[in-house]
């Protein structure tokens, strides 16, 4: 017992930017599965109200919304706003349709 107890001291003296490293590859990989578990709730959430509904305004929400969520981490990294405005036409121009949550487009 006391070779197994001189190990993990020797494991304890670390260096302090491994222990950091250490710390950060913790704190990312609980990051990334909140963010994997939010997802998939909002997803089970949306599809959920879709089946409940079903009607066709139904179906037109979860498109926007899923085209929303798709889309907009796309335009923020491009900077641009109309793939993430599913109310705006091709040329760019919004259309003034009004969303199923009651929200507009910016123009």
Known sequence: MGDFNQFLTGLLNQSPALGVAIMMNNYFHDVATALLAASSFCLYAIVRVRDRI???EATLFF???YRI????????????????CPARSSTGASSG???PTGTRCRP
Do not use: E
Request: proline letters at 4%.
């Open 54 to 56: 079903d009607t066709p």
């Open 63 to 65: 498109l926007r919304t």
């Open 69 to 84: 969520m798709v889309t907009s981490s796309a335009s923020r990294s491009t900077g641009s706003s109309s793939a993430a």
């Open 97 to 99: 349709t009004t969303l």
